[in-house]
């Protein structure tokens, strides 16, 4: 770690790490003076066309602007702004067609939250063309494509401050744009789910649909009056050049296809010819190079006047907070009613036994879906049915089919003979795949959705798993029957029942009436226990409140204190509901959001007595699991777990809760949950109450639903 970002000063020769982070605050002397503009719309997408303003009003008034939900704030008072909504309201490109007036707000006073949000999308952006230049310097080659550094700036609020976080990530970029890339193919179809850039700004998203020619649509997309650079873009195609429609943030843009440059994520190594070990360490980024990239992008923001030094557990002590503060320890208890630190399970479930058998009345007959003809797959059967006999699990194999071309249809068929066979659950054998995509299925995801639909329980095994995986897939498969390996050491005694909580809803905007959302809960004792998940179709917003008493019966919940754990925010009348359903059975509704994305890094640092005494420059090392950082009473960042590979930064989460339930019992529930996935060897940073909540949440707007609304076996 480098001085010019964290001042590092000596600390007690106790070796203790030090936590820092990417979070930085905003120099009170770099914010202007600012005004706010409220927006009046005729429909309820204020953020959709709040996002789109600051460009238009920067450039008819010049100044700075930034989208703060709910307002606009500048730097700059306009004394006769309706004249220009007016104008905007009659553009050709009908962006701002809802749009009803923008009005100054007498007295507003900005709030921390909206001074960071001006500091991160007013202020950071004229500093971009530096920023970028020093980032071009850790650029480099590989094949055909083209490693990028790229810089992440949000606005937070710490302790009722502004702050932004810089975080840096990795891109692999190709070296073509996507009209390019058309030469190179048969139909324009192959470049449909490419994930694209904009050439001329920071817009990342994704190919959904060819809109046609230029030529149809030049004028249509000269009238959205684009950036200067994107306007040549559109003026220098081909007539017969194409117009891409991308998906982004929930919104769609078209482009021209020359105006992007395709981005490779891992599920299109394949077809881009990329070799996937290579675009692996090519991009990954350890927290010693991270933090050297950061000490240059920092440099500029301390030398303009915006940045003050990074959020760090020396600065801030009182702010950061390890597993003594959270009165955590991570026990978990076995059979024979033991108790043992998780790092130590294995070893004591085979001592002890698992805490609670799946009641089965006969042998469970498992199917065998093999992709891996080459394997030595048979020896790991045999393990497989040896380890299950330990854990009280009689079964037996009763059909293989082999999968000899990977293919919807051939996954069909073998499925369907398998199941007609009468498999209670099919163990697929399938090659490790580099990555999932969302828009971009997998042989696992497409297994998954099939084994879903047909009604019975699926286990994968990766060829990576067949040599040494036989006792955490004992325990999966004894899990999904219905019992439980471990539950947790010490019941959580500020709750009794913890649910995870998700809606499904779609990414494209339809009429109420025509949403096809899904509620679901997964429902557990305070023990760690799992009871039963529960389904629930929404056919608009104004059902949640039927959703929310179906998925959380009275005869269930009532009188009861429950922590919910909602992955991501709370949305629309979710919490309303929740909390109006919890008072009229007198349950105590406690919500704590987990969020998963755009979450700034942490990063330990740890020096010997030796080491502090010769000046030695510190080294950044991975903080340990239950550190965070606490951003006020009511939000946190909270490492759950190491990373799988050494040299991967730390992805801790943001938990969000409110009163009563404290921020440290939030926490302490999503640790807690994390020691509970079957295999504890997963690494999992996400709680069993949410994990794969969001591959679920894309099966389920697919159509895809486990045959049952409830069950007391996990899906």
């Known amino acids: 770690m480098h001085s010019i970002i964290y001042k590092w000063e000596r600390y007690s020769m106790q070796m203790k790490p030090v936590v820092i982070s990417e979070l930085f605050p905003v120099q009170p002397q770099a914010i202007p003076e600012l005004l706010a503009y409220e927006l009046q719309t005729a429909d309820e997408e204020l953020a959709a066309i709040g996002g789109k303003l600051p460009y238009r009003l920067k450039k008819a008034f010049s100044g700075r602007w930034a989208w703060s939900t709910p307002y606009i704030v500048t730097d700059t008072p306009v004394e006769d702004i309706q004249a220009f909504v007016e104008t905007l309201r009659n553009d050709p490109s009908e962006a701002f067609a809802s749009l009803l007036a923008l009005q ?70 190709t070296i073509y744009d996507l009209q390019s890339y058309l030469k190179n193919v048969d139909s324009a179809d192959a470049i449909l789910h490419f994930m694209v850039a904009d050439r001329a700004s920071t817009m990342q ?83 010693a190079g991270s933090s050297t990239m950061l000490e240059e992008v920092v440099r500029i923001g301390r030398k303009r006047g915006l940045l003050g030094p990074a959020y760090s557990s020396q600065r801030h002590s009182a702010s950061f907070l390890d597993t003594a503060d959270l ?203 799992f009871l039963r998940y529960e389904l629930c179709s929404i056919k608009g917003e104004e059902t949640i409140p039927d959703a929310i008493q179906a998925l959380f019966p009275a005869t269930l919940f009532q009188g009861k204190r429950v922590v919910i754990h909602r992955d991501g925010p709370f949305r629309g009348n979710e919490k309303q509901a929740l909390q109006a359903w919890g008072a009229h059975i007198q349950a105590q509704f406690l919500s704590v959001e987990i969020l998963r994305t755009g979450i700034p890094h942490l990063y330990g640092v740890e020096l010997s007595a030796d080491e502090l005494s010769a000046d030695r420059q510190a080294q950044a090392i991975h903080p340990s699991a239950g550190c965070a950082l606490k951003l006020d009473e009511q939000q946190a960042l909270l490492v759950t777990a190491q990373p799988s590979a050494q040299e991967a930064p730390v992805e801790p989460l943001h938990i969000r809760t409110e009163p009563p339930l404290s921020i440290e019992q939030a926490l302490h529930s999503v640790l807690s ?39 007391a076996f996990p899906f």
């Not at 843009?253 to 490779?264: G, S």
């Not at 599920?267 to 070799?275: K, P």
């Not at 797959?377 to 854990?391: A, D, I, N, S, V």
């Not at 389920?700 to 609304?709: S, T």
């Open 104 to 173: 100054p707000v007498p007295g507003w006073q900005p709030t921390p939250q909206a001074q960071a949000d001006f500091a991160a999308r007013a202020l950071w952006p004229e500093l971009r063309d530096d920023v970028d230049a020093a980032l071009a310097r850790f650029a480099h080659n590989l094949n055909r494509t083209l490693v990028t550094r790229e810089c992440e700036v949000r606005g937070w609020t710490i302790w009722g401050q502004p702050a932004l976080s810089i975080s840096i990530r990795s891109r692999l970029q």
């Open 205 to 287: 998203g994704t190919v959904m649909d060819i809109v046609g020619p230029v030529a149809e649509h030049r004028e249509r997309l000269l009238a959205f009056k684009p950036k200067e650079r994107s306007k040549r873009f559109i003026e220098q195609a081909a007539d017969d050049e194409i117009v891409v429609r991308i998906y982004t943030h929930r919104r769609t843009y078209d482009y021209v296809a020359r105006a992007l440059r395709i981005l490779a994520r891992p599920a299109d190594y394949e077809r881009l010819g990329i070799d996937p070990e290579q675009a692996e360490a090519a991009l990954r980024l350890t927290p």
């Open 327 to 529: 009165h955590f320890t991570p026990t978990v208890r076995v059979g024979q009613n033991h108790t043992c630190e998780v790092s130590a399970l294995q070893e004591q479930i085979q001592q002890y036994g698992v805490y609670k058998h799946a009641s089965l009345k006969k042998p469970v007959a498992i199917g065998v879906l093999n992709a891996l003809p080459d394997s030595p797959y048979r020896k790991f059967l045999e393990k497989l049915h040896q380890t299950l006999r330990l854990y009280r699990v009689p079964a037996r194999y009763n059909g293989v089919a082999s999968l000899q071309t990977f293919s919807r249809k051939s996954l069909e068929e073998a499925l369907h003979y398998l199941h007609e066979r009468g498999a209670d659950l099919i163990l697929a054998l399938l090659p490790d795949e580099p990555g999932r995509e969302a828009e971009q299925w997998g042989l696992a995801d497409l297994f998954t959705a099939l084994t879903i639909a047909l009604g019975v329980s699926g286990q994968i095994v990766h060829q990576a798993t067949l040599t040494h995986g036989e006792n955490a897939i004992a325990l999966s498969i004894l899990n999904k029957l219905g019992g439980t390996p471990h539950a947790l050491g010490t019941p959580l005694s500020y709750t009794d029942m913890v649910v995870g909580f998700d809606v499904a809803r779609p990414t494209s905007k339809q009429p109420d009436d025509e949403i096809p959302m899904t509620a679901i809960s997964r429902i557990f004792r305070n023990t760690g226990e």
């Open 673 to 711: 949950f994390t020691l509970l996935h079957a295999d504890v060897q997963t690494r999992s940073r996400f709680p069993v109450t949410i994990h794969y909540s969001d591959i679920f949440a894309s099966l389920l707007l697919r159509g895809i639903k486990p045959v049952q609304k409830q069950e």
